[in-house]
């Protein structure tokens, strides 16, 4: 970091915006600000070349404007107060007012601050710990880079930077996550498939929270006074049992957790280790954020030996004191640097390096794509490394490519928002007289030599043809390129010679994906189309090296790069009627992750209060509860990670969202954070289910414990052991009783956990075996149980627990049922989704849906029916749940 060191006094007028430094003359500082030069002192260093260059205006402003309105709002609180008499009672309001004001600088500053490193955050790529500063710097107005400039250089940036990457929890990510819904990404998940390339700046997207709300709201404090200190020896004894008298009458949970906290240290200052361990560890379930790490580490080493180990077999102790040998280790380690450069490795690469320095060089980031290349580069010989040569030439290929398009000159307004330039042409003969063609992520557009003139060629969703053509010059044959769309309304030649085979390639693959994407609404698929066009140009130039490993299988090697190309050939994205006229949209939870894994469970919450925007919840194989934003239907940065499969998610009111797996984790639905878990169950939290207008939920883990907890303030109420030594699947609530779903049929209990009856299923009419069941729905007094790996789902009357009918579904297993309005949604393990009517119990619609099974299933109120697929396929689709009367257009567009 170049840092100037100043001697003597540096004055900041924040008035006149003017920074003054009194520089000492020869070896003797300016110590006084009274001495007769010094005034000349600062008038003369104020015409200095020292350059402190301005904030970004848009930030700087809205800073201002709250300072103004702040100031307003003070002066009218004096006009409508009514007068005080008492002298005492006007210096309290005097103080109040000024506590009030500071309060709102305070939080003037902290929205500029956010304002100003909001934009950050889209650059980070926390798995690698990498911040890409020169894309961040890159993105910017020209205006504003300066101050940037300077600012990211700096150790305070740096250590910023380290606090994001850490996920630390403090008043800016705080407030950022809380203004987050006024600055959402309209580009959807597009940006974390399109590596560092030169894109249009969308001038919408800026990094910019504009407030639509006053301040910061007032925050509501609970006093607990403390007994007065008259004796030191009973001080503690006498604090700990009004403590215990507060937490017992106590109801708030926020409270509750904070006097639980405090007891604890009362114990700890009292030398009752064993007390202030139980306590300090029961935070766990009440708020982790006040958990003190060090302390009861520090806690616990004080137990003698022998107790420690009698300590950890009591319930709950152990799992507690696992996290917080976890956490201690995580806080103990040191942290790994930001890497600011890329080192190359100097050998040859095997998959995991390739892909590792791949994905810091942004060429590429998903995993998918990346294996395809390393496999283009290979060696039939030595398929398992890429040898040091061949990726050095392409990374140089690759940057070639990216020098090209950001030397193109373009005037204002010739590329639209967020569009990308794949690739430019040397000077060439076209029909457009001589020039360049540029391929983007949406079309081909003509630059005319010496003018700069742009014109569109076609656009990629319009072409309808690609030939491969030679015209005859007067001594040679030329090779040249002939695009047709579909309207034929355009024909248009380029005489591209040599490079004729590689731009026919590319605009195949781009043209392809954005096929691939409209068809299926997934339009992720135009990412990962860049991605492909991007390394087949690479692979392709890299290609005519000699010395590379690909040398020779040019051809092969492109031809594995060409993913889409070889989907749309296949008929892959072909999709039936009902399917075409049902899907809405496609969006991946895994999107950036190396490994796909299957979407176990789904909620949608609508915020009643709008202080959230609506969001989709998903439970994933890896443990992570990832959240999509509703309205656009974008990935949110945050995300919860669990210890185990996340099973079953549940709204509980507008601010919380239970998540059941390793124990019950609450996440707060504005920070999306996890603060509190329950770990009362043993096993596995299979399902949760609300009961009594949301005052209390049943919890059922795999072990077959089933608790019912009290909402408000998060105590178990009862607990209920399964009476049969079977695995638990799922439980419902209906008609006063509980039914649960084991592999073997469905068991009916009272509330007290008492039997009533069992359900199951046997093939060949009644004679065969038992089958397993899978799921089951409970509605209109009927049981909808589907088997396991059966295509049959059953009907029994749940009054009469008679079988009333059985559904037989060309499938290989039923895998979830959901019940929307008069229908029911069957998802199967084909990926295939089955649409019955529940009263005439016919088949409706039957939808393609995934590539793998259909894993789980979810209604967004009335608008949307949503699946999610296994780790084959990893994706969600969004159904309409009425076929006949959706709006085809779905509200997306690739371009």
Excluded at 89 to 104: G, I, S, V
Excluded at 228 to 237: C, E, I
Excluded at 417 to 435: H, P, Y
Aim: hydrophobic share 40%.
């Amino acid at each position: 970091t170049d840092v100037q060191r100043v001697d003597g006094l540096v004055v900041v007028n924040i008035d006149e915006g003017v920074v003054s430094i009194n520089t000492s003359r020869g070896s003797t500082p300016t110590s006084s600000l009274s001495s007769s030069n010094s005034q000349q002192d600062f008038a003369a260093y104020e015409n200095s070349p020292v350059h402190i260059p301005n904030l970004p205006a848009e930030p700087a402003n809205i800073f201002k404007n709250t300072c103004k309105r702040s100031s307003f709002q003070m002066e009218l609180s004096d006009v409508q107060r009514p007068f005080y008499y008492d002298i005492e009672e006007e210096r309290a309001f005097r103080m109040k007012k000024c506590l009030q004001f500071n309060a709102e600088i305070s939080f003037a500053f902290l929205e500029m601050m956010v304002n100003l490193f909001r934009g950050t955050l889209s650059y980070l790529r926390m798995e690698l710990r990498r911040f890409n500063k020169q894309l961040f710097v890159d993105s910017l107005p020209e205006c504003d880079r300066p101050f940037y400039e300077k600012v990211l250089n700096t150790d305070m940036f740096k250590q910023f930077l380290e606090d994001r990457l850490n996920d630390k929890l403090d008043y800016w990510s705080d407030y950022e996550s809380r203004t987050r819904l006024y600055n959402k990404n309209t580009n959807g998940t597009l940006d974390l498939l399109v590596p560092g390339q030169r894109v249009q700046p969308d001038l919408t997207r800026r990094q910019l929270s504009i407030t639509i709300f006053s301040s910061l709201s007032p925050r509501v404090f609970e006093v607990f006074r403390l007994p007065t200190l008259n004796d030191s020896v009973t001080y503690v004894k006498n604090t700990i049992n009004l403590l215990n008298k507060t937490i017992e009458d106590c109801r708030n949970p926020t409270y509750r957790s904070s006097y639980i906290y405090l007891r604890g240290m009362f114990h700890a200052a009292d030398d009752n280790v064993e007390a202030a361990l139980n306590d300090l560890l029961s935070l766990h379930n009440h708020n982790t954020r006040l958990l003190p790490i060090r302390l009861v580490s520090k806690l616990f080493q004080q137990v003698p030996e022998a107790e420690r180990e009698e300590m950890l077999q009591r319930k709950g102790i152990s799992h507690l004191t696992e996290l917080v040998h976890d956490l201690e280790h995580q806080h103990a380690a040191p942290g790994r640097r930001i890497m600011d450069n890329v080192s190359i490795p100097d050998c040859d690469l095997n998959l995991e390096d390739f892909v590792e320095t791949v994905s810091l060089l942004d060429m590429a980031t998903d995993y998918d794509t990346i294996q395809r290349l390393f496999l283009a580069l290979t060696l039939p010989q030595k398929p398992t490394h890429v040898d040091k040569y061949t990726f050095d030439v392409l990374r140089l290929s690759f940057e070639e490519n990216q020098a090209q398009c950001k030397a193109l000159a373009l005037s204002d307004g010739a590329l639209q928002a967020s569009e990308i330039i794949l690739r430019v042409s040397g000077l060439i003969k076209t029909d457009f007289g001589m020039g360049r063609i540029v391929l983007t992520d949406k079309r081909l557009f003509f630059i005319k030599d010496v003018s700069n003139k742009y014109k569109e060629i076609v656009k990629l969703r319009n072409i309808a043809k690609l030939e491969k053509m030679q015209y005859h010059s007067f001594l040679m044959a030329v090779d040249a390129l002939v695009i047709t769309d579909i309207f034929n309304k355009v024909k248009f030649a380029a005489w591209l010679k040599n490079e004729r085979n590689l731009w026919s390639v590319m605009i195949e693959e781009m043209r392809s994906g954005k096929i691939v994407a409209e068809t299926t609404k997934d339009f992720t698929a135009i990412g990962q189309a860049v991605q492909n066009v991007l390394l087949l140009d690479a692979v392709i130039r890299s290609g005519q090296d000699e010395c590379v490993a690909h040398y020779g299988q040019v051809s092969i090697a492109a031809e594995t790069m060409c993913y889409f190309t070889a989907y749309v050939a296949e008929g892959r994205h072909s999709l039936p009627k009902d399917t075409i006229s049902a899907l809405q949209h496609r969006v991946d939870p895994n999107i950036g992750q190396r490994d796909r894994k299957t979407v176990e469970v789904m909620l949608y919450t609508s915020d009643s209060s709008n202080s959230n925007s609506p969001r989709l919840w998903c439970g994933m194989g890896d443990g992570r509860v990832r959240v999509f934003d509703a309205t656009n239907w974008t990935l949110e940065r945050n995300f919860v990670q669990t210890k185990h499969t996340v099973s079953a998610l549940v709204a509980v009111g507008d601010t919380q969202v239970w998540a059941g797996s390793n124990g019950i984790f609450i996440i707060e639905t504005e920070t999306i954070s996890c603060n509190n878990t329950l770990t009362d169950h043993p096993d596995l939290v299979v399902d949760i289910v609300l009961a009594n207008q949301g005052r209390h939920a049943y919890s059922a883990s795999v072990d077959g414990t089933i608790i019912q907890w009290e909402l408000q303030t998060l105590r178990a109420l009862k607990k209920i052991q399964f009476p049969q030594n079977q695995s638990l699947r799922s439980i419902n609530l209906y008609d006063d009783k509980l039914w649960c779903g084991i592999w073997q049929g469905i068991v009916a209990l009272d509330l007290e956990g008492n039997h009533l009856h069992t359900f199951n299923h046997k093939s060949a009419a009644g004679s065969g075996p038992v089958l397993d069941l899978d799921c089951f729905q409970v509605f209109n007094d009927e049981i909808w149980a589907g088997c396991r790996r059966e295509g049959q789902v059953v009907v029994w009357d749940e009054k009469t627990t008679r079988k009333k009918e059985v559904l037989n579904l060309d499938c290989r297993g039923v895998s979830v049922i959901l019940v929307f309005g008069d229908k029911v949604w069957i998802g199967t393990k084909g990926g295939t989704i089955f649409i019955y009517n529940a009263i005439s119990k016919q088949l409706w619609k039957t939808i393609k849906a995934h590539d793998d099974a259909v894993r789980s299933l979810c209604a967004a109120e009335s608008r949307y029916i949503l699946s999610g697929a296994g780790s084959k396929d990893g994706k969600i689709a969004i159904w309409s749940p009425n076929v006949e009367t959706i709006d085809t257009d779905g509200g997306f567009n690739s371009d």
